[in-house]
């Protein structure tokens, strides 16, 4: 039985404000009520109100001006990069893919990944694992995590590989849509698993491609973290100094 679970106060509240200002009450331009008017509006405690605007600022729907308050930046642009590993993990079709699906099992939530879908410590996800590998060469590695709200009356679960994308698979069978990915980059040491599906020695660490993919409203719809290992990665870009 899959058991739903309620998202923190600060990420309903970040939501309902998100909503506001999608539908025209808070305007692009304007200051959004102070904490001490959220507080009251919503009977949440300081923290909370906080934590839900930062939220917002780290997802460009708001942003802080000196002298003036928090100020509505409309909705967020969503940028095309030249490497676009998230439009590649949501529409990867595995049954076409070049690599091997490793593993599918309910898994205790890693905490990055807690974080990015709004969900308590410890809860419960379904996690997809793909190794890309190009030439008999392991090349990348796809974690994909979704709510268990997400995976009811879908095939996610399944050990067999999907016939055509996940996000395909989900926007036809949950009747939902994908907006927009947010991407964040870090580097770490691999886990001991990670480390051996990559076929990486000791100490080696890979790039982390944290994909956020959410529907309009901001919700977080899946969450996959791709590793790259980054003995094996050139990362280029161009940019005018003017």
């Known amino acids: 039985m899959a058991y739903e679970v309620e998202p923190p106060k600060y990420v309903r509240l970040a939501r309902t404000i998100q909503r506001r200002i999608e539908d025209g009450t808070y305007p692009p331009g304007t200051r959004v009520p102070?904490?001490?008017?959220?507080?009251?509006?919503?009977?949440?405690?300081?923290?909370?109100?906080?934590?839900?605007?930062?939220l917002l600022k780290r997802d460009g729907w708001l942003e802080s001006r000196q002298g003036y308050g928090t100020i509505v930046r409309?909705?967020?642009?969503?940028?095309?990069?030249?490497?676009?590993?998230?439009?590649?993990?949501?529409?990867?079709?595995?049954?076409?893919?070049?690599?091997?699906?490793v593993e599918v099992a309910e898994v205790v939530v890693p905490a990055r990944v807690a974080s990015a879908l709004g969900l308590p410590k410890k809860a419960k996800v379904l996690m997809r694992r793909f190794l890309v590998e190009?030439?008999?060469?392991?090349?990348?590695?796809?974690?994909?995590?979704?709510?268990?709200g997400l995976v009811e009356d879908t095939e996610l679960a399944s050990a067999d590989v999907l016939a055509g994308s996940v996000r395909e698979h989900l926007e036809a069978r949950k009747k939902i849509r994908f907006d927009h990915v947010t991407e964040r980059v870090s580097a770490r040491l691999p886990e001991t698993d990670e480390a051996g599906l990559l076929g990486l020695p000791d100490g080696v660490p890979v790039l982390s491609v944290l994909v956020i993919a959410c529907d309009a409203s901001g919700q977080a719809l899946q969450v996959s973290d791709v590793l790259l290992p980054a003995d094996r990665q050139e990362l280029e870009d161009t940019y005018r100094l003017s």
């Open 134 to 148: 190009e030439e008999g060469e392991a090349v990348e590695l796809v974690s994909s995590y979704f709510p268990a």
């Open 74 to 101: 409309d909705r967020p642009e969503v940028v095309e990069q030249k490497d676009r590993r998230g439009r590649e993990a949501l529409e990867r079709d595995e049954s076409q893919a070049s690599g091997r699906l």
């Open 34 to 54: 102070s904490e001490n008017q959220l507080v009251q509006a919503f009977g949440m405690s300081r923290p909370t109100v906080v934590r839900a605007l930062e």
